[in-house]
């Protein structure tokens, strides 16, 4: 039995088992080609396997479950493809005490709570720091981007930073709840135009519901950023 079985069990069972990994590519982060090119093979990839996965399904109303692991932009990527049209449930892989992508029935809570580090009228741009594996030092995102007439915004957890907090499932969606709340705030303060910019210390988890949640027809579109070597550089827009 896998460790992806035993997260369904008893709920679900797999029908159908769709692979994605992207291997065996002779870019890596460093180099200025990989971005694009990774996200031209999830696109291609996600378009050859799932959609027609989805398209053929026969048996009742769909649901999929996704168990991800990868650079954060990609996942979120990733999520916008998925959209949340469909019936989706997203798992997170837990590393201790053991490995598992099984959702633990705990009591444990998070709130998320959100913080306006800046504002100002009609902004040019908005900065989101998501504070929530780790700290987003503010600084450090300043050497790539300014803050002058910005809006900007920091989501922590009430509790200390940790990149295995996400146990449970409520975690998750009250996670996905501040998300849609920080984005209509957002939304009455900027022109339609404006472009969000996203510096991400979240679980793989969170990385896919960003992307999921996010709505083209409403929402402003987004830049996410990639932490290599001390710098935040731009890895995709959507």
Known sequence: VTGVQKALFPEKYIKEEVDLTLCNSA??????????????????????????????????FINIS??????????????TLLSNKHNIDVYQLKKSPQSTWEWEYTNEETEYLISYLRETENPEKV??????????????????????????????TNHAPSDDFL???TQLDKF???????KEEIRTKCAKNVLMHMFLSVPVAIAVELGRHWNKTVDLPFTVY??????????ITI
């Open 27 to 60: 870019y890596t982060v460093g180099d200025t080609e990989f971005w694009s090119i990774e996200i031209g093979n999830l696109v291609r990839t996600f378009n050859q396997k799932v959609l027609p996965a989805i398209e053929n399904y026969k048996d009742g």
């Open 66 to 79: 996704v168990f991800a692991i990868g650079p954060i932009p990609l996942l979120v990527k990733l999520g």
């Open 127 to 156: 900065i989101i720091l998501f504070s929530i594996s780790g700290i987003i030092r503010a600084e450090e995102v300043q050497q790539s981007i300014s803050f002058d007439n910005s809006i900007v915004v920091e989501i922590r």
């Open 167 to 169: 146990r449970n499932k």
């Open 176 to 182: 996905v709840k501040c998300y849609q709340l920080i």
């Open 226 to 235: 990639n932490y290599t070597n001390g710098i935040y550089e731009k890895a």
